[in-house]
């Protein structure tokens, strides 16, 4: 068996990271890609390896030779490897080696489980591509199988036009197995006459994909999971093949991400959305305005903040929109950072962050308010967290609100990003609200309206010089078009918000129960937001990875926000098949 590896190209798209190293010696999880080709073909007794070469070649000519003694290499240089493509790479390697048995064809930016090769070389099949069902985001040649899964359609990316429908079709890994008698007397002679007549900066699947279709030869595909293998484009995919491959560390990987999970294939039980909204109807409003809205900016701050007021029916000038409920802790940071505050024990870590002199009242799934009475007097400003994070405690509004009355020299912040999600009203409803001038709400709208990638939140206060202090803090144009125009959409759909609501709300009750049922769980706090806290026993925490490995599951431990040496995590409420299938794989995990 021979292997010939393609690893001519410049990696452009890897750049800055190839300019001055070949993009095959990029390390993924202390491994280089190369390495990892190299040692499965090793692991497999392949032995005999062709490399074409071209950029930075004799880089990577000695760094092969000088780790691996125990390979048979042939190198071909393809010195015209920045004007061509594959093609012309693979057609100099058949004209400068013997082909004496079967072949294993790899491209050289790949990431994959050894086992694939081992699959291959054990197929009875003669001709083989190694294939994955199609994900978005995949890019390069895809084919169309038929019956036996023999290749039926060959579809170079030249080939895929904006209609192009990927619905069924699949991607290839780039790794195939071709017999000696089919790459001598019928591949090599085609791909040859195209490279040197017709087109030497194209792509070898081309070819391939003329014989299928004149019926020349049979090649079939075995089917990988996508969870086994990644190609290595570009710099974006570097990050992804690191979780993708992680041994134990997937969840450190996330969590030092603190977003971006689309580029994972995971189900996220770590941060909090509503799951009924936007809906489907909403979303194809965006799709369908989509080259108007990037086409476009946004309006400025005082007309985002108009409509927003529309949206929420509330006064224009008492609010202030935000790029996401976090922005306004740097103003507070700077404004109030030396104050002497007092905040609930555990909540959001943005509140331990931005204060220096921090008193605290407990939360253990309820709030004392004797305790809290008796703390006020020696603090500023007091902060209410309702429904607090992490443990869904909810207090009345009408208790907050008599503390505002009876302190109107203290201020009082108060954030109400899951309120929604609770049967209280927010502060600012209650009876002679807009005559007191010493409380300021803040609110995420990502959470309970589904949109964190949107990015919407505000400040409401009556304290009209703070609001215009918050607002002046502000770039003129703090919003991208596409919040804007959810924005204005939602006017519409101010019902369908309501009854996502109630679905949610239905669906943590659901959860909630089945959680009570396991015996991994200690306890389950009542909780009144989109999240549940809960207390489990401690090996729960060492399942994590096992979780991220075998399930695409991602939980997320909050044990530190607590000083009892317990294991708590916090569940985003998802959908009630969700829900089921988190509580399903940790309790299999578990037995």
């Not at 505050?341 to 253990?364: A, Q, R």
């Not at 509004?397 to 912040?413: A, D, G, M, V």
């Not at 600012?428 to 309206?449: C, G, Q, R, T, Y």
Request: charged share 25%; hydrophobic share 35%; with cysteine.
């Amino acid at each position: 068996m021979i292997a010939i590896i393609l690893a001519a190209g410049y990696g452009n798209r890897m750049r800055p990271l190839t300019d001055n190293e070949h993009k095959t010696l990029l390390k993924i999880n202390n491994i280089t890609i190369i390495d990892n080709i190299i040692d499965s073909l090793i692991s497999n007794s392949v032995k005999n390896v062709v490399v074409v070469t071209g950029y930075r070649s004799e880089e990577l000519k000695k760094y092969l030779l000088d780790n691996y003694n125990n390979v048979n290499f042939q190198f071909v240089h393809n010195k015209d490897f920045r004007t061509t493509n594959n093609i012309f790479s693979l057609s100099l390697a058949f004209k400068k080696i013997e082909i004496d048995s079967d072949i294993i064809l790899i491209e050289s930016d790949l990431i994959y489980d050894h086992k694939i090769i081992g699959n291959l070389i054990k197929s009875s099949k003669k001709n083989i591509a190694l294939v994955s069902k199609y994900q978005s985001g995949m890019d390069g040649t895809v084919v169309k199988l038929g019956s036996n899964n023999k290749i039926t359609e060959v579809i170079p990316p030249h080939l895929q036009d904006s209609d192009f429908s990927f619905s069924n079709k699949y991607k290839t890994l780039n790794i195939y197995k071709f017999s000696q008698d089919f790459t001598n007397n019928i591949f090599s002679k085609l791909l040859n006459y195209y490279s040197e007549v017709i087109d030497d900066n194209c792509y070898y699947e081309l070819v391939l994909g003329i014989l299928i279709y004149m019926q020349k030869e049979d090649i079939y595909s075995i089917l990988v999971d996508n969870k086994d293998w990644i190609e290595v484009d570009d710099t974006n995919d570097i990050r992804i093949a690191e979780y993708k491959f992680a041994k134990d560390q997937k969840k450190d990987i996330l969590g030092d991400a603190w977003g971006g999970y689309w580029n994972y294939d995971i189900i996220d039980f770590s941060f909090i959305r509503n799951m009924y909204f936007p809906t489907p109807s909403m979303i194809a409003d965006v799709k369908n305005n989509i080259e108007e809205l990037i086409w476009n900016y946004g309006s400025s701050n005082k007309i985002f903040n108009q409509k927003l007021s529309y949206y929420l029916l509330k006064d224009e000038s008492k609010l202030c929109a935000l790029n996401g409920a976090a922005q306004i802790y740097p103003f507070i940071n700077n404004k109030y950072s030396d104050s002497r505050v007092l905040i609930p024990n555990p909540t959001f870590g943005e509140y331990e962050k931005i204060f220096n002199k921090k008193d605290y009242y407990s939360d253990n799934g309820s709030f004392n308010f004797d305790e809290i009475s008796k703390k006020i007097l020696n603090n500023d400003i007091i902060v209410f967290v309702n429904p607090n994070n992490p443990t869904g405690t909810i207090t009345k509004s009408e208790n907050i609100f008599e503390l505002i009355k009876k302190y109107p020299k203290k201020l009082f912040i108060i954030d109400e990003s899951f309120i929604d999600f609770s049967n209280t009203p927010s502060v600012s409803e209650m009876p002679n609200a807009d005559l007191l001038e010493n409380f300021v709400i803040i609110k995420s709208m990502s959470k309970s309206h589904g949109f964190p990638g949107v990015r919407i939140g505000y400040v409401y206060s009556n304290n009209l010089k703070i609001i215009k202090e918050i607002n002046q803090s502000l770039p003129v144009w703090n919003f991208n078009s596409i919040a804007e125009y959810f924005l204005e959409i939602m006017l519409k759909y101010r019902n369908e918000f309501e009854k996502s609501i109630e679905k949610t709300i239905s669906d943590r009750s659901e959860f909630s129960n089945l959680l009570k049922k396991q015996d991994w769980v200690e306890r389950v706090f009542n909780s009144e937001s989109d999240f549940i806290l809960v207390e489990t026993r401690a090996e729960i925490a060492e399942l994590i990875n096992e979780l991220l490995e075998f399930h695409n599951i991602y939980i997320r431990e909050i044990s530190n926000k607590f000083k009892d040496g317990k294991t708590y995590f916090r569940f985003a409420v998802r959908t009630g098949y969700d829900n089921k299938l988190v509580i399903e794989k940790i309790s299999y995990l578990i037995n």
